[in-house]
């Protein structure tokens, strides 16, 4: 079965500076791997997926993120931080063959000071 | 499309009382979830459906819990009788079938406080 871990439980960063959101996977194949973002209040909202192909995902509101096959690594990055993108965000995975459950990890909660 | 609708938005009740939230998927979709968020546990998956039927209830707390999905386009989801410790954000969430995993789309969310 696949297992996510997202090993930040918070981050502060300023405003305008960049961001990396870590996200490792176990799986034993190339997984589906998703970002989702939750404002506060709000339901989760799908960032981007990667299934297959360019390992590099561009999603919504101007974040990107990378598949690293040989660290088994799915990390969120966005270049300049707006007070905007304060908010959860969750790191997902499911499997290829045969209909799994997304796996759901613990979410990294990202605090941006002015 | 509107996308995942659940209602009500907020639920107050009293311990021992029944509450059943609602949720209709996207149109098409042929998966429903049902999860549970609290500030301790996270996001904890209760149950999900394949064509209305229920596949997997494992994460069903106990059988003060069940749900039901009578047609494609509707669900519940029920506890009876509710407790304090049920407090907690129920979402639900539905995916189109295409053979494997795929994203999910999440509804807003049921706020549920049990007093």
């Known amino acids: 079965a696949q297992s996510v871990t997202q090993p930040d439980i918070h981050i502060t960063v300023s405003e305008g500076a960049s961001l990396e959101l870590r996200c490792n996977y176990s799986y034993g194949a190339t997984p589906y791997l998703f970002w989702y973002v939750q404002s506060p209040g709000q339901g989760l909202q799908l960032l981007l997926k990667?299934?297959?192909?360019?390992?590099l995902v561009q999603g919504i509101k101007g974040f990107e993120a990378e598949f690293k096959r040989s660290q088994s690594s799915f990390n969120l990055r966005k270049p300049s931080v707006h007070w905007s993108d304060a908010a959860e965000y969750f790191c997902?995975?499911?499997?290829?063959?045969?209909?799994?459950?997304?796996?759901f990890g613990t979410g990294t909660r990202l605090l941006v000071s002015p | 499309d509107a996308g995942v609708i659940q209602s009500p938005r907020h639920e107050v009740t009293e311990m021992g009382q029944e509450v059943t939230l609602r949720c209709k998927p996207i149109s098409g979709h042929d998966y429903l979830f049902w999860y549970r968020q609290t500030m301790m546990r996270g996001l904890e998956l209760l149950i999900y459906f394949n064509n209305n039927v229920p596949i997997d209830d494992s994460g069903m707390p106990e059988d003060r819990f069940s749900a039901k999905m009578p047609n494609a386009s509707f669900s519940t989801l029920k506890i009876q009788p509710s407790e304090p410790r049920d407090s907690a954000v129920y979402f639900c969430a539905s995916s189109p079938d295409r053979g494997t995993s795929y994203e999910q789309y999440f509804g807003p969310g049921t706020r549920l406080t049990v007093t």
């Open positions: 990667y299934f297959s192909g360019d390992t």
């Open positions: 997902a995975v499911g499997a290829t063959t045969g209909f799994q459950k997304l796996v």
